[in-house]
């Protein structure tokens, strides 16, 4: 991720939260007009299904494209391939570079561990991962696995993708990624690691932040940017789309937009689309 030149954390839309009057069925259609720009919340019954909990719309594809290449050395992914084909990839074991906090005390790398499983004939017909987040502090020789990433029935693949450190204090950002085995079926999840504390926000977390503000169990990608010099955590929210590219009826949003989240309490604000986020850790040895 590059250094940019940040526009102040000051420049936002009010916060999101309080009250909401509810039915039992109801349809949602919000207008924020900011700066000539509309965020539009796609309407909606709120007798939403919990198959909203898979979402379709954040593929593996998908986080690839939205992370960049250029984020793969931050990016611990598994890769399992069969050398008898001459495809070429990366060693079973994936490590990242090593991320420090801004002065240095803390410092953060992931790690992530494919096995491949092959049939009788050697080809490769599937392939696990599991991946760890590791953090090093003050006073400590070893890391700390803060984060681990096993496979499940339903998520074969993982990985862990090191976003940034916090200005202020000493919190972690970083992505999981999750999907099926040569499937585009998958996903990806913002997560919150506070060094100081040791807590690790819950997964779904900006997800509920979101479901909370629209006021049903919308659904939409949360891809982690960065931070804001204040700390708040800084996350582009894109909208439930098909392999079409056409936006689903349970989308949260319309168009793709950027919004602030507090890692404390999560609540929300809208950015400015002129907002751009800073780096403020730094590679480590």
Not at 230 to 250: F, H, L, N
Request: glycine fraction near 10%; charge should be neutral; proline fraction near 4%.
């Amino acid at each position: 991720m590059e250094n940019v030149v940040q526009v102040s954390c000051n420049n936002r839309s009010p916060e999101f939260g309080g009250r909401r009057r509810r039915s039992d069925r109801w349809t949602i259609l919000l207008a924020i007009v900011l700066g000539g720009t509309h965020v539009l919340f796609a309407q909606h019954s709120q007798d939403s299904t919990t198959t909203q909990e898979q979402s379709k719309s954040a593929r593996l594809g998908a986080q690839r494209r939205a992370s960049g290449d250029k984020n793969e050395n931050w990016r611990a992914e598994p890769s399992c391939f069969d050398q008898a084909t001459g495809m070429a990839g990366r060693a079973p074991v994936s490590r990242t570079w090593v991320l420090m906090s801004p002065d240095g005390l803390y410092g953060a790398y992931a790690v992530n561990e494919a096995v491949a499983t092959r049939s009788a004939d050697g080809e490769i017909v599937g392939c696990k991962s599991t991946s760890k987040l590791f953090v090093t502090r003050p006073g400590r020789e070893a890391a700390e696995a803060v984060l681990v990433k096993e496979p499940s029935e339903d998520a074969s693949g993982n990985s862990i993708e090191i976003i940034d450190w916090s200005p202020v204090e000493h919190r972690l950002l970083v992505m999981e990624g999750y999907w099926v085995w040569a499937s585009d079926a998958g996903g990806i999840e913002a997560r919150i690691y506070d060094a100081d504390n040791g807590k690790l926000s819950s997964e779904g977390g900006f997800r509920d932040a979101f479901r909370r503000y629209a006021g049903w169990n919308c659904v939409a990608t949360y891809l982690p940017m960065g931070f804001c010099a204040t700390g708040e955590a800084v996350i582009a929210v894109r909208p439930d789309v098909d392999e079409e590219g056409i936006v689903q009826k349970d989308s949260c949003v319309m168009q793709s937009r950027t919004w602030m989240v507090a890692p404390v309490g999560f609540r929300i604000r809208r950015v400015r689309d002129e907002f751009k986020v800073k780096k403020y850790g730094k590679k480590g040895g």
